[in-house]
């Protein structure tokens, strides 16, 4: 028997009602607006601003780079561990950007600690495989969680937050070794860029290893005292990178290294011990450096999720948490490309 017209028809206005309510609380759930203490993409980037505001049309971190193009040339060893094509012999072209690990467009060189790379390798089988890596050799903090609360204490002008911090977070004073006493080096060519996060490799015959990977430079690291490195202006790291690779290519050998069973794969601020396995898979090389603002890297997000087949996240949960944070960053500073003009040469429409 059928409902009278028009009991079906309020049935149905409910239903819809019911639909789309699911579908707005879904929606605020996902962008945190019913759990004020959720960590989302949008707080994290506001949490990296200076307390003068962000370097508009910027990365939100990061903010000061410079482009390079360049290849990496697989030398066919990393196939054994993944069967993406960028591991199987031959030349692959590369976008890459040196970077400061800062959130202020016009930092001094020589007042940033973190250096940093990113890439993106592309292969003819259409993939791309990015990342962006560091020069610390682990990352200061184990959780994106207490990444957000170290951002926040350090912007804090309470000077009771950092020491609150330090002693919730113990893994940090590790951190503050590295920078108090790894030597300070004057290129972008002499650093060691670390992966950091874990990620998985698949083979060809499907079997799965927790890996993390480096760039090792070819240049000798010259140790150079902070104070000599400001004597050489603010944008030395820049002026010498652009010279050097003018000169000749720059190269890193990159090695992957695999996970023993048991080693911790999910937290980022614990270096596995020295003497896992360790694999050289290839060189890359720059071979031309171009400013950022007419570059081919000013536009592109180095997502660290940004994967070819044959590799994969692994439980490590910065990748993840870091690609939404690059998006956002990403879609701020686009949208800001006027105030961030490309040169005066620039034929407008
Ligand atoms: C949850 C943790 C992290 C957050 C929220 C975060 C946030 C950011 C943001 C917002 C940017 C600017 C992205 C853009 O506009 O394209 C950035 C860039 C960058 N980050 Fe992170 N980051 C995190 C962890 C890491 C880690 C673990 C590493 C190194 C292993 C790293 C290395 C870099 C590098 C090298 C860049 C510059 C990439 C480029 O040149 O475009 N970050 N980060």
């Known amino acids: 028997m059928s409902a ?40 994290f980037v506001a949490a990296f601003a200076p307390p003068t505001g962000p370097s508009l049309g910027h990365r939100r971190n990061h903010a000061k780079g410079i482009c390079f193009t360049g290849v990496f040339e697989a030398n066919g060893a990393g196939a054994e561990l993944s069967r993406a094509q960028v591991f199987a012999r ?32 592309a292969t003819p089988d259409g993939q791309d495989w990015r990342s962006a890596m560091i020069n610390p050799p682990f990352f200061p903090v184990a959780t994106p969680q207490a990444f957000y609360a ?5 912007g804090s002008r309470d000077p009771n937050a950092m020491p609150a911090f330090a002693a919730a977070h113990p893994e940090f004073a590790k951190f503050g070794e590295w920078a108090k006493n790894a030597p300070w080096t004057g290129s972008y060519a002499e650093e060691r860029f670390n992966g950091i996060n874990s990620f998985v490799f698949i083979d060809a015959s499907g079997v799965e290893r927790v890996v993390r990977w480096s760039l090792m430079p070819a240049a000798q690291p010259v140790p150079v005292a902070p104070d000599e490195l400001a004597n050489r202006g603010p944008d030395f790291l820049e ?10 290519p720059q190269r890193w050998t990159m090695a992957v290294i695999v996970a023993n069973a048991g080693d911790r794969t999910a937290d980022p601020s614990k270096p596995w011990p020295a003497d896992r396995r360790t694999i050289e ?3 890359l090389i720059a071979q031309h450096v171009q400013a950022e603002r007419d570059g081919p890297c000013r536009d592109i997000n180095f997502d660290p999720t940004v994967l070819p087949s044959g590799m994969r996240t692994s439980d490590d949960p910065f990748p993840a948490a870091r690609s939404a944070a690059y998006a956002k960053s990403y879609d701020l500073r686009t949208a800001e490309a006027k105030d961030y003009s490309r040169s005066a040469t620039e034929v407008k429409p």
């Not at 879904?26 to 004020?36: H, R, V």
């Not at 030349?91 to 959130?103: A, D, E, I, K, S």
Request: hydrophobic share 50%; aromatic share 6%.
């Open 4 to 43: 009278p017209r028009g009991v079906a028809m309020l049935g149905s206005l409910a239903l819809i009602a019911v639909v789309i309510g699911a579908a707005a609380a879904a929606f605020a759930y996902t962008a945190g607006w019913l759990s004020p203490r959720r960590l989302t993409p949008d707080k």
């Open 90 to 121: 031959g030349q692959y072209p590369v976008l890459g950007r040196f970077n400061l690990g800062t959130p202020d467009a016009n930092a001094a060189d020589a007042t940033v600690r973190v250096r940093g790379l990113g890439i993106s390798i």
């Open 239 to 248: 002026q010498e990178i652009a010279q050097r690779v003018a000169d000749a």
């Open 281 to 283: 898979v290839g060189t």
């Open 150 to 154: 170290l951002l926040r204490a350090s």
